[in-house]
């Protein structure tokens, strides 16, 4: 048994080093940077030109627009455009060709696609409960695409094919099981040291910067832990582990955007115009009818 363990030592030391290099490899490309997000000011990599990201969102919002069935509740379109144009109207990107269009369907879901492509799924305009809860929502993914988070994760993929080749190379004289073995400690360590740890930081930045942009757009901040609380409430069924997680827990981000509750709160009070928690969401859809 000692024998066994002193013989396997060396190979485990190397599948941990390689778990290792694999997060590294990973968040390396987040770690130094040449550009800066906005509002929380983090520094970030990004190899591929905006012109092109944003090219990417245009095609992939006309796709998304063609298979998904737009809803013909006129009040809700109405209502998801007006909060939308506030939000971007406090973004800072004029550049951007702004669209919002809702989805009917049960998904409790929303997107910005680079360029200001915006999608509201009807599914989760109950959640939402008011204007003030659509804002969150919807500045959450306004942040997603003015901080550039979709390029980041393709620079990400980049470090990571990177590695892999990377991978092969130094293992080419490795039997197949041992390449096989080394290459799957690499893997997971770019998944849960890289991949998934950074996706949980792009979520929390979005989190953070959204609830600003509604706060100048004129909408109460304090509605943002709230909405996340319910949304908490009205899951079924056991949630991933965060550590397995591409998205931090309702509770942890409910608790991040309390920190910053009052710094939201003073833009909130400098807004030219104060719309409070706005028209209820109820109203709006029995509008709609």
């Given at each position: 048994?000692?024998?066994?363990?002193?013989?396997?030592?060396?190979?485990?030391?190397?599948?941990?080093?390689?778990?290792?290099?694999?997060?590294?490899?990973?968040?390396?490309?987040?770690?130094?940077?040449?550009?800066?997000?906005?509002?929380?000011?983090?520094?970030?990599?990004?190899?591929?030109?905006?012109?092109?990201?944003?090219?990417?969102?245009?095609?992939?919002?006309?796709?998304?627009?063609?298979?998904?069935?737009?809803?013909?509740?006129?009040?809700?379109?109405?209502?998801?455009?007006?909060?939308?144009?506030?939000?971007?109207?406090?973004?800072?990107?004029?550049?951007?060709?702004?669209?919002?269009?809702?989805?009917?369907?049960?998904?409790?879901?929303?997107?910005?696609?680079?360029?200001?492509?915006?999608?509201?799924?009807?599914?989760?305009?109950?959640?939402?409960?008011?204007?003030?809860?659509?804002?969150?929502?919807?500045?959450?993914?306004?942040?997603?695409?003015?901080?550039?988070?979709?390029?980041?994760?393709?620079?990400?993929?980049?470090?990571?094919?990177l590695g892999q080749k990377t991978m092969d190379f130094?293992?080419?004289?490795?039997?197949?099981?041992?390449?096989?073995?080394?290459?799957?400690?690499?893997?997971?360590?770019?998944?849960y040291l890289g991949t998934l740890p950074y996706s949980?930081?792009?979520?929390?930045?979005?989190?953070?910067?959204?609830?600003?942009?509604?706060?100048?757009?004129?909408?109460?901040?304090?509605?943002?832990?709230?909405?996340?609380?319910?949304?908490?409430?009205?899951?079924?069924?056991?949630?991933?582990?965060?550590?397995?997680?591409?998205?931090?827990?309702?509770?942890?981000?409910?608790?991040?955007?309390?920190?910053?509750?009052?710094?939201?709160?003073?833009?909130?009070?400098?807004?030219?115009?104060?719309?409070?928690?706005?028209?209820?969401?109820?109203?709006?859809?029995?509008?709609?009818?």
């Amino acid at each position: 048994m000692d024998v066994e363990r002193s013989r396997s030592a060396p190979y485990f030391s190397r599948a941990v080093l390689l778990l290792c290099l694999g997060g590294f490899v990973g968040g390396v490309v987040f770690t130094i940077g040449c550009s800066t997000t906005p509002v929380t000011g983090r520094r970030q990599l990004l190899v591929m030109s905006e012109e092109k990201e944003n090219a990417m969102g245009l095609t992939a919002y006309a796709e998304v627009l063609k298979d998904e069935p737009v809803t013909k509740n006129a009040a809700a379109t109405e209502m998801v455009q007006r909060v939308g144009k506030r939000i971007a109207a406090v973004a800072d990107r004029p550049d951007f060709q702004w669209d919002f269009n809702v989805i009917e369907a049960t998904t409790q879901n929303a997107f910005c696609l680079p360029g200001g492509k915006v999608a509201v799924y009807t599914g989760i305009l109950p959640v939402c409960q008011s204007e003030a809860g659509l804002a969150v929502v919807m500045s959450h993914e306004i942040a997603h695409a003015i901080a550039r988070h979709g390029g980041e994760r393709m620079s990400h993929q980049t470090a990571q094919n990177l590695g892999q080749k990377t991978m092969d190379f130094m293992t080419r004289e490795k039997s197949d099981t041992t390449q096989q073995v080394l290459m799957a400690s690499y893997n997971a360590g770019s998944k849960y040291l890289g991949t998934l740890p950074y996706s949980r930081k792009h979520e929390l930045e979005a989190d953070h910067i959204g609830i600003m942009l509604m706060a100048k757009a004129g909408y109460d901040p304090s509605e943002a832990p709230k909405f996340w609380e319910r949304f908490a409430g009205q899951k079924e069924g056991a949630t991933p582990m965060e550590f397995l997680s591409t998205h931090p827990s309702d509770a942890r981000r409910s608790a991040a955007l309390r920190e910053v509750l009052p710094e939201a709160m003073d833009l909130y009070q400098a807004a030219p115009e104060k719309l409070g928690m706005g028209q209820p969401i109820e109203e709006v859809m029995k509008l709609g009818i």
